[in-house]
């Protein structure tokens, strides 16, 4: 499966940052995604979305929703967020086990 969304961009992340500022997910919904990526990491949860959305489309070919077009926008949306969530994630990681404990 080839993969068509691009790497994020210093200016899509501080893009990213300003629009996360300005909305209302709060600081408990940001809690409850970091547990939930625990559970399964964003590549992962990406991964399995797509197949399921690819095997949606395979089985209601013939009879897709009115308004699959607003369904497939929010699905590349939410995909494209996942993708970047994981690699923010891997970027934490490493930056964070590269660094020494403190005492």
């Known amino acids: 499966m080839e993969d068509n969304t691009k790497t994020s961009s210093p200016s899509d992340n501080a ?4 629009i996360l500022l ?6 408990e919904i940001m809690e409850r995604l970091g547990s939930f990526f625990e559970l399964m990491p964003p590549h992962a949860f990406r991964d399995h979305l797509i197949e399921l959305y690819h095997n949606y489309i395979l089985h209601e ?4 929703p009115y308004d699959f077009r607003e369904l497939a926008e929010g699905m590349i ?4 967020f996942l993708k970047y ?3 923010e994630l ?7 086990a590269a660094a ?3 005492k």
């Open 100 to 102: 020494p404990l403190e």
């Open 22 to 27: 300005r909305s209302a997910i709060t600081p």
């Open 77 to 80: 949306i939410f995909l494209d």
């Open 90 to 96: 891997d970027a934490y990681h490493v930056t964070h």
């Open 85 to 87: 969530a994981g690699e």
């Open 15 to 18: 893009h990213s940052t300003h």
């Open 61 to 64: 070919h013939d009879t897709l």
